[in-house]
């Protein structure tokens, strides 16, 4: 992802990332000998609450000051007269880098809010290696307690005014997705469960000891190679764990019954991922040994986060997540039938 810079409001918008596994932005991660982890710099934007600046304004809420964890809100400007859905959003990184704030994401989410249209919350989790899982999962059950109205998140102006939380929706992207769906696992466990109406999993960064065939071919992939991912899951899972652990590989390490109860799952993916295989799979085994309502879309171009840079793959998930949101039906096309034409 290198030197990546953007305006708001212009999510994918620059052109796509000129890489090579050298300068791959996960390739620079550096872990000193005494543990301090150097991460690479990449820009951050501050939150935008002027309506003068576009289609969407936005705003930080605080969510735990201990754990420096906040909500970045994002409101399509002006707001429309209906209740809008609510999309608690997670950011990607290999569960070690970025920010709700960094500039590539803060723009994906300005764009989102006004594509839905939704009221877009958008996490800032902590990081691993200093924070291993589960602590972003942690992060992401306060943020769905907030919504809840724990912490003031009923009493939000932009929550209290134009939020429909009776339709609350979980979205992530690569690491972010993989919080999505352990998020939503989580809630089903809670006393009063949030009103979920949906999973929306983008590219969910999945693993396994043994290799799919397109992670075995990404040795050199200039996006997400195959050493970068080895790394960052050895720097986020908790200490002595392999890739088999159930943060990491779920399909292998949790048991269906875990799945009872889970909402319907929007799996989204791109052909040129070196993650798709794992993702292919993981939808089938949701609707085939969890009995989950899928909808799976892993058939598109692209590469991994291709939809933070190039326009097309930006408009194509935008399409997928409105046709989601707005559907309450189980007869989708896709449903049920993940990927036939792999």
Same mark, same amino acid.
């Given at each position: 992802?290198g ?6 409001g212009? =999510? ?8 090579? %596994? ?7 991660? %550096? ?9 690479p ?22 969510l ?13 400007s ?23 704030? *960094? ?11 006004? =594509?839905?249209p =939704?009221?877009?919350?958008s ?35 932009w929550?209290?005014?134009h ?11 690569? *690491?972010?997705?993989?919080?999505a ?15 979920l ?14 290799r &799919? ?16 991912? @080895?790394?960052?899951?050895?720097? =986020? ?6 890739? @088999? ?6 399909? %292998? ?23 798709? @295989? ?14 989950v309502?899928?909808v799976a879309? &892993? ?23 409105r ?6 039906? @189980? ?12």
């Amino acid at each position: 992802m290198g030197d990546i810079t953007t305006g708001p409001g212009d =999510a994918a918008s620059c052109p796509a990332p000129q890489l090579t %596994k050298e300068n791959n932005l996960f390739m620079q991660i %550096k872990v000193l000998p005494d543990g301090t982890v150097m991460r690479p710099e990449v820009p951050a934007v501050p939150a935008v609450p002027d309506a003068g600046h576009g289609a969407v304004v936005s705003r930080d809420v605080p969510l735990d000051a201990a754990h420096g964890t906040y909500l970045r809100l994002y409101l399509p400007s002006p707001p429309p007269a209906s209740r809008l859905p609510v999309v608690l959003y997670f950011h990607g990184g290999g569960f070690v880098i970025l920010s709700a704030a *960094s500039v590539f994401y803060h723009a994906h989410c300005e764009a989102l809010a006004a =594509a839905a249209p =939704a009221l877009v919350a958008s996490l800032e989790y902590r990081l691993a290696p200093e924070h291993r899982l589960p602590a972003a999962y942690d992060d992401a059950a306060a943020a769905l307690a907030w919504l809840r109205g724990a912490g003031g998140g009923a009493a939000d102006p932009w929550v209290a005014r134009h939020a429909d939380r009776a339709r609350c929706f979980l979205m992530g992207s690569s *690491s972010g997705a993989n919080m999505a769906f352990f998020a939503g696992l989580r809630d089903l466990a809670t006393a009063t469960p949030t009103a979920l109406r949906g999973l929306l999993l983008h590219q969910p960064y999945l693993g396994g000891v043994e290799r &799919t065939a397109s992670e075995a071919g990404s040795e050199d992939d200039v996006m997400l190679p195959l050493e970068a991912s @080895d790394r960052l899951w050895s720097l =986020a899972l908790p200490v002595g764990a392999d890739r @088999d652990h159930e943060f990491c590989n779920p399909a %292998k390490a949790l048991p269906p019954g875990a799945l009872r109860g889970l909402p319907r799952c929007l799996v989204t993916g791109n052909r040129g991922d070196p993650l798709v @295989d794992r993702q292919r799979d993981f939808a089938r085994w949701l609707r085939d040994q969890g009995g989950v309502h899928v909808v799976a879309k &892993t058939e598109h171009e692209g590469f991994h986060a291709s939809e933070l840079f190039v326009p097309d793959r930006a408009q194509e998930l935008f399409a997928a997540v409105r046709e989601f949101l707005l559907s309450e039906s @189980d007869a989708d096309d896709d449903a049920g039938a993940p990927d036939a034409s792999r």
